[in-house]
RNA sequence: GCUCAAGUGGCGGAAUUGGUAGACGCGCUGGAUUCAAAAUCCAGUUCUUUCGGGAGUGUGGGUUCGAUUCCCACCUUGAGUACCA
């Protein structure tokens, strides 16, 4: 009986879905082990063979689980809110809601094709209003607490208001606004209902405030800083300018410390965690303010260099700092208001491309020195930005090189404090092995030492502290867009109120159009029903706005990352109505054991959902500050783009051969010239052609394009002409990254159907390290599809569908091939390096069909080992070995060394460390004998060629290395 | 610029604590089988060679009896970040 994939596997994922083979129980005396993936965004293309790469090493892994006796959890679901849908819905009308439906029917049956072992019982979708039900609800938590910073964590706000009732905030040390002024209790009291609401916001970790955020025109909304590459939107590339708006925001800040900190138990992949390290971008130093002459204004900034403090020559404020206006004096506002004009047109992308120019503006107004008392000018620069630090800095030419152009442009003076160190043509920014002088009680001081002077100086006086700054922003929560969560937020007198828990979710309201609306506000204000009324606890008709009783609802929507911050503590308890997810499948399940997904998220989803993990332990919902205990990342699969060679203002399509026989300007043929028309001929420097991309799918393996399909594929095509060699159109080549526009994307339906889900999966692994980066090329799939071929034939099936099995004991030689693969196997699971796995299953059913093996104590285990990576067949197979039900759950065979011992080692011979040749030899010798045995062989003698060695190492087992 | 990762045959890649470089597979070459093809099976396939051998893991040094593996410098590619004070 032959091998018929299709079949076989129709039938096992049958029987896997009717009998619920992989639903996780949450409890069970099984040790727990909680396998991830990444969910995906189901977008309109479907998947191609580069998605599934972590899906399988993730299900191989979770399979291997069972095996070896875990109770596995293994969900997958949706992030099913996002942009394209949206943008799919202006252009059609159609909702988002079917298209996603639409979509997601498409996934569903495509990863069913590949034979996962997910547990479907348990599927998510973030759009699910069922699911977003509790993103609502925590996102009312945030609005609800402050971050306390003695206790280390956040609390409830609601124990900040009786301290403010008697004695302000001064005794309160949370994190909070940067111009959150001081308060006396009597100043509180006094305040009205909305002011102490606008004031605690200045605390709560998700709070409204007016922010410069990254607005997107094209996109109609603002973005987060991760969902900016370049300048310009992750999403459609387009343009990104800053916007002052009201925004919601999360304060990430408050956890910078404790993400930073945590990264280090986590078993990450060093370039997440240093990509978080940077993103985070702590750095110590001391804030510092400055009085400004003739004014009762202050000019605080932040320094990392407060040791240079006696080098300061200048100020130089952002354009946009809110002191410029009033410190300009008279006879500069001219130059200023010019100045900040400019820069204000020119796009947050030009600042950054251009980085050369300076540029500034003197204000007029001097500051004073807090040591020296020396008046010193300030400066408004764009090399200064608002956003960071206070907007402002102390400029310390002589060891900070933008300030050193800077006072170069302006002629302004450059101290130098540095001990011996030369600063004519450029800035000392080194500060290891520098000592301070010119700098009074600095003077002679080492870095360090005066670091740490200055700073207990400073805030001796008063006038400065030491302080740890941050790059992390605070996270812009809302989105101008229709597809996402809605807030569960009505406003009252223009402060956001938050709806109860019971009343969630706040379901996304119809509208007839997803475009803003025509005065401008989000797509939301087109809903007719979207108010609350306070005493029904319903959303009702905007016409009966009362600000009484019935009030307006948010008009934004969350971003993409809202429901993937917390979604794996959901599949924990898919369905509870009460709770995100009950306590006791919180404690049962934990956490994350192993996570798997992309490393594009490093600044995004893998940050914001840490953040809201640790808010949750914080309030005690989850028992642990980390979710996900150890993460990989899958590289990426990079298609084979083909391409055909056009010659300009032709319709002739040349050959690859030929193609690259005229760029590198080598003599064609007769034939061949006589072929090419005389355009290019006239011109063959010119390199007068296109390269086209053409669909990989006209394409065969040999390179060979489909002609007759590629005049068929376009009109302009029809009459093309094909310059061939040998018969043949051959296309020329290139890796890139696997994509639509580029016509090279491989759909995993066709390799299933042509070779099997096992064999896509035993190829997916066996391309090369799962974090690499590879490309994908279809002809390679032969071998492993053969592989599965000889494994069949191993097990003898007859016509009647038996296996033809000897039960008698195996030979020796069977028994080290068994137990040889599976010490390896064991390994490379233990190591995510499946690759090799897949190797070792190819050499060993070689060595076993070499051995004739069709032995029951051998080719049992063998399936067990095979069948987390090609599970149908191992199915299959298991059955026609006469046992009923699935292999699934059936022990991992144990390894016993006893079957490797060997008696024989043939040892290398090197000579100066080069291998000569091998010599087999008794593993019970000693050294002395090794040594006697090697020095006797004649092909020693030869290597030494009358020479006596100077020494000859030995080491038993491994190697005998001759010097000399 | 800064931070990180990676450079091994025609290709994907292997070599777990330094110990036989190129496992396994693709491709290619030759052969068997076949009317023929597909499929299958067998042999070969780093380069070079005067067929004894010699060289070889991005480049140049170093440590070592021995280096793809460890150290230093450089080159190349990829990723992240970018006036962060």
């Known amino acids: 009986m032959k091998y018929f994939h299709d079949k076989i596997e129709k039938k096992w994922q049958k029987f896997w879905a009717d009998n619920q083979t992989f639903k996780a129980s949450n409890n069970s005396d099984k040790p727990k082990y909680y396998v991830l993936d990444m969910f995906p965004y189901p977008s309109g293309a479907g998947l191609h063979v580069g998605h599934p790469l972590g899906y399988i090493a993730s299900d191989i892994y979770a399979r291997y689980k069972r095996h070896k006796g875990f109770n596995v959890l293994h969900p997958q679901g949706y992030d099913s809110f996002g942009l394209p849908a949206e943008q799919y819905a202006i252009q059609t009308g159609q909702h988002p809601a079917k298209t996603t439906e639409v979509n997601i029917a498409t996934y569903r049956k495509q990863l069913d094709r590949i034979g996962f072992s997910f547990d479907w019982s348990r599927e998510v979708r973030t759009s699910n209003p069922d699911f977003y039900k509790y993103t609502q609800w925590i996102f009312t938590l945030l609005f609800d607490s402050y971050y306390c910073k003695d206790a280390n964590q956040a609390r409830p706000i609601s124990e900040i208001i009786p301290l403010f009732e008697t004695e302000g905030n001064l005794p309160l040390n949370a994190v909070c606004d940067e111009d959150t002024p001081q308060i006396t209790a009597e100043e509180w009291n006094n305040f009205s209902e909305t002011e102490k609401q606008e004031f605690l916001l200045k605390y709560r970790l998700t709070f409204l405030s007016e922010t410069t955020v990254n607005w997107c025109a094209e996109l109609g909304t603002v973005l987060a800083n991760d969902e900016i590459v370049n300048g310009v939107s992750e999403r459609g590339g387009h343009p990104v300018v800053q916007k002052k708006m009201k925004q919601w925001s999360m304060r990430i800040t408050a956890y910078a410390q404790r993400l930073l900190d945590d990264l280090q138990g986590l078993d990450w992949p060093q370039p997440i965690k240093d990509i978080q390290t940077n993103w985070i971008g702590r750095s110590e130093g001391a804030h510092l303010e400055f009085k400004i002459q003739n004014s009762t204004h202050k000019v605080g900034v932040f320094t990392t260099r407060p040791d240079t403090i006696f080098g300061v020559s200048f100020m130089t404020l952002a354009p946009e700092h809110e002191l410029v206006a009033e410190i300009t004096t008279a006879a500069q506002k001219e130059e200023v208001e010019a100045y900040i004009k400019a820069t204000a047109k020119r796009s947050e992308r030009d600042r950054m491309s251009d980085v050369k120019t300076i540029s500034g503006c003197f204000t007029g107004a001097h500051a004073e020195h807090p040591f020296t008392k020396e008046a010193i ?121 938050m709806i109860a828990k019971e009343h969630l979710p706040i379901r996304l309201p119809e509208v007839e159009n997803y475009l803003p609306t025509s005065d401008g506000k989000p797509p939301l204000g087109n809903a007719n029903t979207w108010a609350w009324n306070v005493e029904k606890a319903e959303v009702v008709s905007n016409d009966l706005i009362d600000n009484k009783t019935i009030f307006p609802l948010e008009l934004n929507t969350m971003p993409g990352w809202a429901g993937s911050s917390w979604y794996f503590n959901r599949y924990m308890d898919a369905h509870n109505t009460e709770d995100f997810a009950a306590a006791e499948a919180l404690n049962y399940w934990q956490d994350v054991d192993l996570y798997i997904g992309g490393s594009e998220h490093a600044t995004g989803h893998l940050l914001y959902s840490r953040f809201w993990q640790k808010f949750l332990y914080d309030l005690q919902y989850v028992p642990k500050k980390e979710y996900a205990k150890k993460l990989i990342n899958q590289g990426m699969i990079l298609g084979e783009s083909a391409f055909v060679y056009r010659l300009v203002y032709t319709n002739q399509f040349i050959s690859k051969n030929i193609f690259k026989k005229l760029l590198s300007n080598k003599d064609l043929s007769s034939k061949e010239e006589k072929l090419i028309s005389n355009n290019w001929n006239n011109d063959i420097k010119g390199l007068m052609y296109q390269s086209i991309h053409v669909d990989v799918s006209i394409v065969n393996t040999s390179n060979e394009l489909d002609v007759e399909a590629f005049k068929k594929s376009r009109k302009e095509y029809k009459d093309v002409e094909f310059i061939l060699e040998d018969g043949k159109y051959i296309v020329g080549r290139e890796v890139e990254k696997m994509s639509k526009s580029k016509y090279n994307v491989v759909n995993p339906d066709l390799i299933c159907e042509e070779y099997g889900a096992d064999s896509l999966r035993l190829f997916e692994m066996f ?74 299953f190819m050499i060993a059913v070689n060595e076993l069909t070499q051995q004739k093996c069709n032995h029951r104590a051998i080719l049992e285990p063998l399936l067990v080992l095979i069948s987390p990576y090609a599970p149908h067949i191992a199915e299959e197979l298991w059955e026609k070995l006469g046992h009923k039900g699935s292999i699934s759950t059936v022990a991992y065979p144990e390894f016993d060394a006893k079957h490797l011992v060997e008696s024989n080692k043939t040892y290398p011979i090197s000579f100066n460390g080069k291998m000569r040749f091998t010599l087999d030899l008794s593993l019970d010798l000693s050294k002395e004998e090794i040594e006697a045995a090697v020095m006797a062989d004649e092909r020693t003698q030869k290597q030494l060629d009358g020479r006596t060695p100077k020494k000859v190492i030995v080491v038993p087992g491994k190697i005998v290395n001759i010097v000399g």
């Open 377 to 497: 000018p300030i400066y408004i620069g764009d090399y200064v930005l608002a956003g960071y630090g206070t907007g402002a800095v102390m400029a310390v030419p002589c060891g900070d090189q933008r300030d050193y152009d800077f006072a170069k442009h302006f002629n302004i003076p450059i101290l130098n404090i540095f001990k011996d160190v030369d600063i004519s043509e450029k800035a000392h920014e080194d500060k290891g092995n520098t000592i301070i002088v010119n700098s009074d009680f600095l003077t002679d001081l080492p870095y360090k030492k005066a670091f740490k002077t200055v700073i207990y100086e400073m805030e001796k006086q008063g006038f400065g502290y030491k302080k740890i700054n941050y790059r992390l922003r605070d996270a812009v929560f809302s989105r101008q867009r229709y597809w996402g969560e809605p807030f569960p937020v009505y406003y009252k007198d223009g402060m956001p109120q």
């Open 767 to 840: 391309l090369g390290p799962l974090e690499q980066s590879k490309p994908w090329k279809t002809s390679g799939i032969s071998g492993v599809y053969s592989f599965l071929k000889k494994l069949w034939k191993l097990y003898q099936i007859g016509d009647n569908g038996i296996a033809h099995i000897s039960e008698e004991e195996p030979s020796k030689e069977s028994l080290k091939t068994l137990h040889k693969t599976i010490k390896k196997v064991d390994e490379d699971i233990a190591n995510f390096s499946f690759n090799t796995s897949v190797s070792s």
